[in-house]
């Protein structure tokens, strides 16, 4: 058996379900229920006394069930099953404690299925197993309900926290209908109150179950606050999240819709936007007799630097990268002949003096011509405050270099 939403199957042509108020629990208290009841296990549910929720059963033994109850009041056994995968539940797959609920009204789906509203009445404790075919059948007794007195302070304080953390999740919660507060306020009975809260709670199967056991009101309405706490502070968690989230978007969007402006704006007026300096480092590479790998690298440096917004700090690093990219020297290698006289004549004629530092390139210079596979520490020159930016031109000099 699975639950299906109430107003999937109510409409205007169904008929009024009252709610369960004081006198219907005196009513059903004083009623004399019968001792033996056909039992239908359902999936992932768990019934409260006077919630009415529409059921929807499928399995072979379900609808036979249902079938086979013709005389009213219709009365039936709901009891949660422990593990909702089973198809076919023995007396251990399903918690001792159950509902006994009256089928008000059924419907044949066109799938095959049998739908049917009911509306718990009464929990009860199952004591024997007496059948399994055609479905099961059990002997139970009833449990009864221990309601506070109306001056219990402690209660009453309970139950008005209850109605607060309920009315701010209808509040908060986006898929809470408001209508929501309506019907609870329209409740008065504590009892049914607290079971109608419990039953459309986000609680776990297992915890609905522990609240259905509780026979003492007061301890169901502490668990059924602890759980509405809990789902409370999940919900601004998630709240939280969403609204920061959507504000990150927010921006994002904001910003991306500006930069565009802001480029429209600078073609208009004839300016350098960044998509003009981005195509100028473009045609610079073209100029550039780098290798592959280099030139790879350089056209996903220059998508990234694309994809940045320009008003960003980042922008301006990458595009210094890129810029930088271009300044090296890549052009190919000259001749690995090393002509010592040239480059002493070169030395000479650009470098008036300075013969300790020229006596010691001319050195290097000649070291690297004998070993001939030009692989040497590179030199360093220390102490020298000023040095032409011609001893660049000079040390890569292809007539000696």
């Not at 718990?120 to 059990?138: D, I, M, S």
Request: proline content about 5%; glycine content about 4%.
């Amino acid at each position: 058996m699975d639950s299906l939403s109430l107003s999937e199957i109510i409409n205007e042509s169904t008929e009024f379900i009252p709610l369960m108020t004081s006198d219907d629990e005196v009513e059903i208290n004083s009623t004399d229920l019968p001792e033996e009841l056909a039992i239908l296990p359902l999936r992932n549910t768990v019934i409260f006394p006077g919630v009415v929720a529409p059921i929807t059963a499928g399995r072979d033994k379900s609808l036979r069930l249902i079938r086979s109850i013709t005389e009213e009041p219709k009365y039936v056994g709901m009891i949660a099953q422990r593990d909702g995968d089973n198809e076919d539940p023995g007396a251990s797959d399903v918690f001792p404690i159950g509902t006994l609920a009256q089928i008000v009204k059924s419907f044949k789906m066109p799938d095959g299925n049998t739908t049917i509203i009911i509306q718990g009445k009464k929990r009860f404790r199952v004591l024997e197993w007496t059948q399994t075919e055609p479905y099961n059948r059990a002997k139970v007794e009833f449990l009864p309900e221990f309601v506070p007195a109306e001056d219990d302070v402690e209660f009453n304080i309970l139950m008005e926290s209850i109605k607060d953390v309920a009315a701010q999740l209808i509040q908060d919660s986006p898929h809470i209908p408001t209508e929501a507060q309506a019907a609870l306020d329209n409740i008065k009975s504590n009892t049914f109150l607290l079971n109608f809260i419990a039953s459309n709670s986000s609680m776990t199967l297992d915890k609905k179950q522990e609240v259905l056991e509780l026979d003492e009101l007061k301890d169901r309405a502490t668990k059924v606050l602890e759980g509405l706490n809990l789902e409370l502070k999940m919900l601004e968690v998630k709240n939280e999240i969403q609204d920061k989230v959507k504000h990150e978007f927010d921006q994002q969007q904001r910003e991306y819709f500006l930069h565009q402006q802001m480029k429209t704006i600078q073609e208009e007026l004839g300016g350098n936007s960044s998509e003009t300096e981005i195509e100028e480092l473009r045609q610079r590479a073209k100029t550039k007799t780098w290798d592959d790998s280099t030139a790879e690298r350089f056209d996903k440096e220059i998508k990234k630097l694309q994809r940045l917004n320009p008003q960003m700090p980042e922008f301006a690093i990458q595009r210094n990268y890129l810029e930088f990219m271009l300044d090296l020297p890549f052009e190919p290698k000259g001749s690995s002949e090393i002509d010592l006289k040239a480059a002493t004549s070169v030395l000479d004629k650009d470098h008036y003096g300075l013969e300790k530092v020229k006596e010691r390139i001319l050195e290097h210079l000649a070291v690297l011509k004998l070993k001939g596979d030009m692989k040497s520490p590179i030199i360093c020159l220390a102490g020298l405050s000023r040095w032409s930016s011609g001893s660049r031109k000079d040390v890569s000099r292809e007539e000696y270099c």
